[in-house]
């Protein structure tokens, strides 16, 4: 994961696009916490799956307990869920993450008219 670029450089590349004005975000220490808690949470009656919980950092350590317990999550259910935090690299993601519920929300607050002149145009043809 060290290919990733910190997500300072990716602010300051967003600071630089054509909707700059419109994107005044911050990365707070908790990420995505924030967004987390403006939703209620899950129903306590609704059935669901009790999914294996894993340590990222243990993982990038090579834990051979938590690799173990990643194996048999694998072989079970195909699922499991990482904890991110606590690692240079996992906290990188989480930032990220972050970023991307922010932008997500300034992009929803644009106008119409503002979001439409950004609007992706497919090309009509596909010869030239």
Do not use: C, W
């Not at 999550?73 to 991307?100: K, N």
Request: hydrophobic fraction near 40%; proline fraction near 9%; glycine fraction near 4%.
């Amino acid at each position: 994961l060290a290919y990733l670029p910190r997500p300072e450089s990716v602010q300051l590349l967003l600071s630089q696009s054509p909707i700059a004005h419109y994107l005044h975000f911050f990365v707070p220490a908790m990420p995505t916490q924030k967004y987390f808690a403006k939703y209620p949470p899950f129903p306590s009656n609704v059935p669901v799956l009790d999914l294996e919980y894993l340590s990222f950092t243990k993982l990038l350590a090579n834990d051979a307990n938590e690799s173990k317990k990643l194996f048999k999550a694998s072989q079970d259910t195909g699922f499991f869920l990482i904890d991110l935090q606590g690692s240079e690299e996992g906290d990188t993601m989480l930032e990220y993450a972050q970023m991307a519920f922010t932008l997500t929300e300034k992009i929803h607050e644009l106008e119409e008219d503002e979001l439409k002149r950004f609007a992706f145009k497919p090309p009509t043809d596909l010869f030239g």
